[in-house]
């Protein structure tokens, strides 16, 4: 997906290795592997779109179905680190023009395209650096989630601050109140970064707070970038264990 002056790049990290959930990319949905049902909804908005790994069984999984690949390092911690490697191999082997990167969630098959193109948008404005997404939150019990992390915006919808506990804390309420005195956001984990960015944040070294919330994009605030919000009202289905992708497929989402 591009325009006239931002030229995107769409990036599918992709490990095997999953202690909840070995070869998860691989795994079978209605007659494909999971990782090609977001390979194939993400080329449908990007024409720069590949998935990146270190793992040959994904590899030649992705040849199967005459996808692209980037072979990356194993040593990668997190998927944002992936991507900034697979940018890099782009722009020189692959020839590809990359303004923004778009990191697409690899477990993630029943995502839609209004969201990527609702990230996208973010980037017209020049000053954005980093954008991700956040949902309205609707339930107390997705509320004190601690697997759900939450995020706090300003009036302009940038991030001020993540995590896994409700913020702000609602004094003087009991938590069964707390929604019905205040929006919440919780945080959709798709970012994308303007290549620049991409290549400082993977030069930081963890902070205290990203380590202390288990958060990587405290990292980035604490070294004084800023991430721009969007916010959608389409709720993402992720595939963290069988059980989830069995409860996901009863319910019919793809």
């Not at 939450?150 to 707390?178: C, E, H, L």
Request: hydrophobic share 40%; net charge negative; with cysteine.
């Amino acid at each position: 997906m591009s325009d006239k002056t931002t030229n995107f790049a769409a990036l599918i990290p992709a490990r095997y290795a999953s202690s909840r959930f070995p070869g998860k990319p691989l795994v079978d949905i209605y007659g494909k592997p999971m990782i090609q049902h977001v390979y194939e909804r993400a080329s449908e908005i990007f024409e720069q779109c590949a998935i990146a790994t270190d793992d040959k069984r994904i590899a030649d999984a992705v040849k199967a179905f005459d996808g692209k690949f980037i072979m990356t390092a194993s040593h990668h911690q997190s998927g944002t680190d992936r991507c900034a490697e697979a940018s890099e191999i782009a722009l020189k082997e692959l020839g590809w023009k990359i303004d923004v990167v778009v990191n697409i969630q690899g477990d993630e098959p029943f995502m839609k395209a209004e969201q990527l193109r609702q990230i996208c948008a973010c980037f017209d404005n020049e000053n954005t650096q980093i954008a991700t997404l956040i949902k309205k939150i609707e339930t107390e019990t997705e509320l004190f989630d601690i697997n759900k992390p939450k995020v706090v915006v300003d009036t302009n919808g940038r991030a001020i601050y993540f995590s896994r506990n409700p913020i702000p804390f609602m004094r003087g309420k009991s938590k069964d109140q707390w929604l019905n005195n205040h929006v919440y956001y919780k945080h959709i984990g798709m970012y994308a970064y303007r290549l620049n960015a991409l290549r400082d944040i993977s030069k930081l070294k963890s902070g205290k707070l990203e380590i202390a919330e288990s958060l990587e994009q405290l990292r980035w605030i604490e070294n004084g970038l800023m991430i721009q919000t969007s916010l959608t009202d389409i709720e993402n289905l992720s595939v963290d264990t069988p059980e989830d992708l069995a409860q996901l497929l009863s319910k019919g989402n793809l």
